[in-house]
Every structure is written in C-alpha cells, then in structure tokens.
C-alpha cells in the first residue's frame, strides 16, 4: 500500500461527504420550490403525480442519507486507524505536520503559518515524515 494515498484517503473521504450532502441539500431544495397544492391543481392534476415526485425525492434523500452515514462511518475508523499509526512517529514536528496535512486536510502552507518553520523546512519535515511513516508501516 502506498504510504501518501493511505494517508489522502482520509481527506477524499471528508470531499466526499461534502459532495453528497450538497446533493441531499438540492434535493430538497427542488422539493421546496415544487409549486403548492391547491385543490385546483389536484382535481386537475392526473392523480399522484406531485406526491409521487415527494415520493421520489424522499426516497433519493434517505438513499443519500444511508450513503452519507457509511461514508461517515467509514471516515471515523480511517481517521482513528490513520492518527493511531501517526501517533507511533517519534518526532513530535512529524506527527503535527501528517496530522494537520491529513486529519485536518490543511495545506503546507497553512501548517508553515501557524509553525515556526519556513515553508522549505515544513516540507523536509513533511518528506522526511512521510518516509519514516513508510518505514513504520512497510508501505511503499
């Protein structure tokens, strides 16, 4: 297994997520802006054609809701095996760097404003992490 696409996975997870409650979220959203039901356009509308449009829609949305909670699901047990392995680094600049790259999902250039490094030492830091994670856990 590769050490960084291990380590990324956690953050496309969390992308992932995002994505499917946006959708949930357009979801709804179409069902809100369906026009009302009035007793006219129920005598005229051929029968169930608005409540089998809600029907569709709640129906997506709890499969999306379903979709949502095991990608959640699956997120928490990557994140805990993810930080656990982190965790067994030494170097405690190592472990702050992989963690607020890959739990957190900020960039190098986030983790160097809030560290006292420059960026070019954040990065040697990150490389030499990522290689000392490799060896810890035999990954390529």
Known sequence: ??????LEDVKFIDYE??????EKERLLQSLESSPDISEEKVTSSP???YDDKV??????RSKLEDKIN???DEL???KEEAIDMIDQ?????HRII???RYIDGDSLVDITNDLPYVYKSVNRLHDEAMENFRKIYNMS
């Open 89 to 93: 680094l030494d170097n405690r600049w």
């Open 98 to 100: 992989l963690r607020r």
């Open 55 to 60: 029907i569709k829609v709640v129906e997506k």
């Open 70 to 72: 095991s990608k959640v």
């Open 17 to 22: 997520i995002d994505s499917l409650e946006k």
């Open 76 to 78: 928490v047990d990557l």
């Open 47 to 49: 029968a169930g054609s």
């Open 1 to 6: 297994m590769d050490a960084k696409k291990y």
